[in-house]
């Protein structure tokens, strides 16, 4: 049984091809962490060819259309892995989880490959950042005590 795993390099690989899959990406879902409003992220893939032939991956249809990448088209050889680099900007929204998809279109048949990218959504900013936006009382330059973050942020 491990000359199975051997040949298409992991566990995970291995039953992707066995369920017909062409292309394994890793990680299976990119978990981003906590994101403010207006941010905007690079993260990536790296996609493994899992079959005895290249593949192309011509374009991306993403469930957010906050997502873009210049990585494209690609040929993936067989057996090779190759990274995919995004850049998402999040829009404002409810604080809480979320998460969007980027099914890749690839040049031959087989089944989707989706890609799964997740978040938190803040509602603020995080420890050691300003408040965005930055209000700033019309006399600022006149006042003459100094306010740390901290004092601010409070």
């Given at each position: 049984?491990?000359?199975?795993?051997?040949?298409?390099?992991?566990?995970n690989?291995?039953?992707?091809?066995?369920?017909?899959e062409?292309?394994?990406?890793?990680?299976?879902?990119y978990?981003?962490?906590?994101?403010?409003?207006?941010?905007?992220k690079?993260?990536?893939?790296?996609?493994?060819?899992?079959?005895?032939?290249?593949?192309?991956?011509?374009?991306?249809?993403?469930?957010?259309?906050c997502?873009?990448?210049?990585?494209?088209?690609?040929?993936?050889a067989?057996?090779e892995?190759?990274?995919?680099?995004?850049?998402?900007?999040?829009?404002?929204?409810d604080?809480?989880?979320?998460?969007?998809?980027?099914m890749?279109?690839?040049?031959?048949?087989?089944?989707?490959?989706?890609?799964?990218v997740?978040?938190?959504q803040t509602?603020?900013?995080?420890?050691?950042?300003?408040?965005?936006p930055?209000?700033m009382?019309?006399?600022?330059?006149s006042?003459?005590?100094?306010?740390t973050?901290?004092?601010?942020l409070?």
């Amino acid at each position: 049984m491990s000359w199975i795993v051997t040949r298409f390099g992991s566990w995970n690989a291995t039953v992707t091809r066995f369920r017909g899959e062409i292309l394994v990406p890793n990680p299976p879902v990119y978990g981003l962490g906590l994101i403010q409003p207006g941010t905007e992220k690079e993260f990536g893939f790296e996609i493994q060819n899992i079959t005895d032939s290249s593949v192309e991956i011509v374009g991306v249809d993403a469930s957010c259309s906050c997502v873009t990448t210049t990585s494209l088209p690609m040929t993936i050889a067989p057996g090779e892995r190759k990274p995919l680099a995004f850049r998402a900007t999040f829009p404002a929204s409810d604080p809480g989880r979320k998460s969007f998809s980027i099914m890749l279109l690839v040049n031959r048949a087989g089944p989707m490959v989706v890609l799964k990218v997740e978040w938190e959504q803040t509602s603020e900013a995080m420890p050691g950042e300003l408040p965005h936006p930055v209000a700033m009382p019309s006399n600022a330059h006149s006042q003459t005590r100094k306010e740390t973050l901290s004092e601010i942020l409070q």
